[in-house]
Each structure stands twice: as C-alpha cells, then as structure tokens.
C-alpha cells in the first residue's frame, strides 16, 4: 500500500495506491495521527487505485472516521471501484462515509459541510 496526502483549503486528501497488505496498517495509524496533530479534521480517502479492500484498508477507513468526527469533522471516500463498493455496502461502512465518485466531487461537498 502506498499513500500519499495533499491538504488544501484545510481538506486532506490521502491518496491510496495498490492493495492493503499485513503490515501497511502502520502507515495507515501514522497518517491518521498526523492528520490529528495537525490539527485537520476533514478529509478524502482516494481509492481510485485501489484494487480491493480487505479488514485492515476497512479498520482504517472506521477508525479514520472516528478520529475525525471525535473532533468534529468528517470523512468521505470517493473513486472506489464496484469490487471496493460492493465490500462497502455490505460492511454497511458506505451508512456512515459518503461515498463520491470523484475527489473533486467529495472535496466540493467537505467544503460546503456544516459541522457543528
């Protein structure tokens, strides 16, 4: 798994890219507390180039979500193929992070959230 981050207009966009492997949950907690230590709290999981989502890219996408609404922000996730949609509507992960089909699109809807 590799994983790139963008921040913009105080939205981060965490690139994914390839698939979730034993281990890669390392890389996955420190860009979570990254994202806390600097204070961000909204954010977009690209999944674009991600083939497939096992438990670990799903404990990911979870505790993600809940790190960022603990602090009053939001999570969405946009790009994902149907074999990464499919995993997500039975998990029913896609009932608590929206999902978009494109970055742009999520990060437009991120910016326009009221959060309270």
């Known amino acids: 798994m590799r994983l790139e981050s963008q921040i913009h207009d105080g939205v981060c966009v965490l690139r994914l890219q390839?698939?979730?492997v034993t281990g890669s949950d390392a890389e996955l907690l420190s860009a979570q507390n990254s994202l806390k230590d600097?204070?961000?709290a909204k954010a977009v999981i690209d999944l674009r180039a991600v083939p497939y989502i096992d438990s670990?890219?799903?404990?990911?996408?979870?505790?993600?979500h809940k790190s960022l609404a603990n602090r009053g922000g939001q999570l969405f996730l946009a790009g994902a193929n149907q074999r990464v949609r499919e995993v997500l509507?039975?998990?029913r992960i896609g009932e608590i992070v929206p999902l978009f089909e494109d970055v742009e699109?999520?990060?437009?809807?991120l910016r326009?959230?009221?959060l309270c």
């Open 112 to 114: 326009s959230e009221v």
């Open 89 to 91: 509507e039975m998990t």
């Open 56 to 64: 670990t890219g799903l404990a990911f996408v979870v505790e993600l």
């Open 105 to 109: 699109e999520a990060e437009t809807a």
């Open 38 to 40: 600097i204070g961000i």
């Open 18 to 20: 390839g698939r979730f």
